[in-house]
């Protein structure tokens, strides 16, 4: 085609022909190609070429004397350009394709050796490109003609057996699964775990004869992994600093630096939180920004600490941090104006026990801090349980057996380790927090599954370390894993739970494992280390049950928004709604018919679908990494459980279609 730039064609010839006309080159632009033209032009009238055909011009085809080149526009013999008698113009014949060789016609001299090639049929006049390309394909091959039958030997006699055997039970060829595109089994469970899925987690034994011995070797004190969450400044990090001087975790000679610290800074009363916050960023502002981590231990059990920032622009971070805890502290603010300010809508007193129930956390204590600033009044503690209570029981913990509520205060350190004195607050008579948390049941750990640990941070030193909660299963030094979903094979060469060194794991420690054979590049929140030979789904969608908590429009197919499950953070759009479900019995409710739309207080089943591979697995497999939320604009706006994987092929097929649409859109 012309370029905008050229409008002529006597333009286009300057351009490309130095100036000078085309037709002194031998070229006439209403035909084809000219092999004695100085430089190839194409015509615009000719057909398309083809390989292995001649090339037929715009205005003739192949058929006259010498191949139809002594037709106009092409000259006659003798002329430049003419081809030779062999077909061919000499200085062309030796180093030119053989493909595009063309045998004399009738009455020619015979060609040399290297011109004897078969003929190639000539295209027939008028035929479309594609049509001489099928007449160029080789004919197909004739089939060999049936072979006479043989007569067949007669069989020998057999003899007769022995001792008649039983005969061997053979178990029934299973028809295959169909293959998803990167050589995965799909199918149900659909997932992209090296064609194991759910038979491969059956076959699972449990721990093995040697890991047991070595865990009977550990502490027999439980591991708790405890968070606070609430609102913004309610007291998380104090107490939690408080926490750690009173049991120990921190010495009196540190507090007393940090205590100079803060009073050089003028914020005296933060000395406290900085045994938790180490950021010089968050000690200047006074707000946790990533989850801090501490440990101490009592008597009975081995505690985490995890400190989980109460501003709503952290609140995946607090998610991070809340999927790896067993048990969350609800830090409220009793003086007057902050508790109103974190309980009303937008406060993160609510979203963060929303998120507790939705990650997994089953007990729950409620602490009424800063009492002694409302000078321990009794009246102020009803005020904001009977505010508290309804909605928790909205949230799905259990107000008899999941919740407990006590005073304190965490700048002052009372009730915390030991007690509140007589005198000081009459009308409790509960216990203390660490008392409280003694005595709690212990918490039951998936020792039944594979290994299992989603990855919550990561950093390179001497070699890549991986940090996070082990869910399920149970690991040991050198010990190989499967890095999914990119399903890398890692070894483990050092174990460090709570920065202590040691020769195995088990569920619900929180572990640093130093990796061979992956670089700090190759790890990303969300990513999942699983037992070798047992790895966890991957899929791009699947169907799942979602409950609308808060949100001020309707939810229709097509919606987009981030999921957070474990902690993997991805987005995701809902593809369809499937049916209505009786959020008191849990069971489809066909009588409303199929949805259309959802709004706040639903509970619908959806197919949601994710652009990017996720490690998830159904909440019947394993809870831990079938649970999710969803937010948009800041906000959590539902929580969900996983029902089902989508194959991995029918998924892949989702994606594309999906991006399409974005794209088309």
Not at 226 to 232: A, C, E, L, M, N
Not at 622 to 641: C, H, Q, W, Y
């Amino acid at each position: 085609r012309l370029s905008p730039s050229i409008s002529t064609m006597a333009d286009w010839e300057d351009d490309y022909d130095g100036g000078e006309p085309a037709q002194q080159q031998g070229f006439d632009p209403n035909a084809g190609m000219n092999i004695g033209a100085n430089s190839f032009v194409p015509s615009f009238t000719a057909p398309a070429f083809v390989p292995g055909q001649p090339f037929v011009p715009a205005a003739q085809q192949f058929g006259g004397p010498q191949y139809g080149y002594g037709q106009p526009p092409y000259g006659q013999p003798g002329q430049p350009g003419f081809p030779a008698a062999g077909g061919m113009q000499p200085q062309y014949a030796a180093g030119a394709p053989q493909q595009y060789w063309q045998p004399p016609a009738a009455g020619a001299p015979p060609p040399t050796a290297t011109q004897q090639q078969p003929a190639a049929a000539a295209p027939a006049p008028g035929k479309t490109p594609a049509g001489r390309a099928a007449d160029a394909a080789p004919p197909p091959k004739e089939k060999a003609a049936p072979k006479a039958a043989e007569p067949k030997a007669a069989p020998a006699p057999k003899a007769a057996p022995a001792k008649a055997e039983p005969k061997k039970e053979t178990k029934k060829a299973e028809p295959k699964k169909a293959e998803s595109k990167d050589g995965n089994g799909g199918g149900d469970g659909g997932s992209r775990s090296g064609g194991k899925g759910a038979a491969a987690k059956a076959d699972f034994q449990g721990i093995s004869a040697e890991e047991q011995q070595l865990l009977d070797k550990l502490d027999k004190r439980e591991h708790v992994n405890v968070i606070f969450t609430g609102h913004v400044d309610a007291g998380k990090s104090t107490i939690g600093g408080h926490l750690m001087f009173l049991t120990g975790g921190v010495d009196a000679r540190t507090l007393e630096k940090y205590e100079k610290e803060a009073k050089e800074k003028n914020r005296e009363s933060w000395y406290l939180s900085w045994a938790l916050d180490t950021n010089e960023e968050e000690r200047a502002k006074g707000k946790t920004v990533e989850c801090g981590k501490a440990t101490f231990h009592t008597e009975k059990k081995h505690y985490t600490i995890i400190d989980a920032p109460g501003h709503k622009s952290f609140v995946p971070s607090m998610i991070t941090g809340a999927v790896q805890a067993d048990v969350a502290i609800l830090v409220i603010s009793t003086r007057t104006g902050e508790f109103e300010a974190g309980f009303e809508r937008g406060g993160q007193t609510r979203e963060h026990a929303m998120l507790a129930k939705s990650v997994g956390v089953k007990k729950l204590v409620v602490v009424m801090n800063k009492m002694d600033l409302c000078e321990w009044s009794e009246s102020r503690y009803l005020e904001c349980q009977k505010k508290l209570l309804p909605f928790l029981k909205s949230c799905g913990f259990n107000p008899k057996t999941d919740i407990h509520m006590m005073p304190l205060s965490g700048q002052l350190g009372l009730n915390l380790t030991k007690p509140l004195p007589d005198g000081v607050c009459p009308w409790y008579t509960g216990p203390c927090l660490v008392e409280y948390l003694d005595s709690m049941e212990p918490i039951k750990r998936h020792l039944d599954l594979p290994f299992r640990m989603p990855i919550a941070d990561k950093y390179s030193e001497m070699g890549t370390v991986a940090m996070g909660k082990v869910i399920s299963g149970a690991l040991k030094v050198g010990h190989k894993l499967t890095l999914m979903p990119n399903r890398i094979q890692v070894q483990c060469t050092e174990i460090l739970v709570d920065d202590t060194k040691t020769d195995i794991c088990q569920s619900g420690d929180s572990v640093k494992l130093r990796l061979k054979g992956v670089e700090e590049d190759g790890l990303l929140p969300g990513y999942v280390l699983c037992q070798d030979g047992f790895p966890c789904s991957v899929c791009y969608s699947f169907d799942a049950q979602i409950n609308v908590l808060e949100y001020k429009s309707i939810i229709a197919a097509g919606f987009q928004c981030m999921i957070h499950c474990h902690t993997a953070i991805e987005e995701v759009a809902i593809k369809l709604l499937i049916v209505h479900m009786d959020r008191k019995t849990s069971k489809p409710d066909k009588a409303k018919g199929k949805p259309r739309f959802m709004r706040q207080g639903d509970s619908i089943v959806c197919r949601l679908v994710c652009p990017s591979p996720i490690s998830v697995e159904t909440f019947k497999e394993n809870p831990s990494m079938g649970r999710f939320s969803l937010r948009d604009e800041g906000k959590t706006i539902a929580v969900g459980k996983i029902l089902k994987l989508v194959s991995m092929e029918e998924s892949s097929l989702e994606a594309k279609a999906a991006a399409a649409a974005a794209i088309a859109d």
